[in-house]
């Protein structure tokens, strides 16, 4: 069996090792790579492109909420990312998996359900915890919003993030390694998209799917 490579991406050091715990309990090779901050969790994603999942905690130092998902999600495509969270209420399970994630693992679930769940994405299933009850978005203007941001190609959904991160145009256009016109474009491109005025409006919007969360 080929071996195969998990990040596991929490700034709790305990909870990490749980989360390895659960890994290395599975058949096969497993390659671990750790991550204890939002930035070293990018980083890992970069350095490991061939990686088979990546286990994120939605509340990481460097990242608000489900911006982090995002960010990954439109830099990383083809990354299998399963959240865990100690928030593991309804809305917060629907709105990352309408967000992109690949799974749902709850903070509170015994070392066999989180290996449960990991194996369930590894088969190309998605895993939500047992109690999950899918249904509609009770907030239709965020259930708006969520249809808009699935508009946003995968660069314009990086720059969206990184306005969230505060960085200007010329600042993105060098993490990019593209021209400051380019941004300008794909910013005119997602304010069309999300049907605001400002950039400040779109980070606004940005900051409308995180409210329902509990820090």
């Known amino acids: 069996m080929q071996e195969q490579t998990i990040i596991i991406a929490d700034d709790h050091p305990l909870f990490r090792d749980a989360l390895r715990q659960a890994v290395t309990g599975m058949e096969g090779r ?15 994603a970069g350095e490991h492109p061939d990686a088979d999942l990546m286990l994120l905690d939605l509340a990481m130092p460097g990242v608000s909420g489900f911006s982090g998902l995002m960010a990954l999600r439109s830099e990383f495509i083809s990354l299998p990312i399963v959240i865990i969270s100690a928030t593991d209420d309804t809305t917060t399970i629907r709105r990352a998996l309408e967000l992109g994630a690949s799974g749902f693992i709850s903070k509170s679930s015994g ?18 915890p047992e109690n999950y009850r899918d249904g509609q978005e009770q907030d239709p203007d965020v259930a708006d919003l969520i249809h808009r941001l ?16 505060g960085l200007l145009n010329k600042q993105i256009a060098y993490e990019l390694g593209v021209s400051e016109a380019t941004i300008k474009a ?3 491109a997602i304010l069309l998209k999300l049907n ?19 820090a």
């Open 111 to 128: 070392i066999e359900d989180i290996r449960h769940g990991i194996l369930t994405v590894l088969a190309g299933d998605i895993a939500t």
């Open 30 to 44: 497993q390659a671990i790579i750790e991550a204890g901050d939002f930035s070293a969790a990018r980083t890992a």
């Open 186 to 188: 794909h910013v005119s």
């Open 150 to 165: 699935h508009t946003l190609t995968p660069q314009q959904s990086r720059v969206l993030t990184m306005l969230g991160e």
């Open 196 to 214: 605001v005025d400002s950039r400040t409006q779109a980070v606004i919007q940005l900051g409308k799917i995180n409210m329902a969360m509990v």
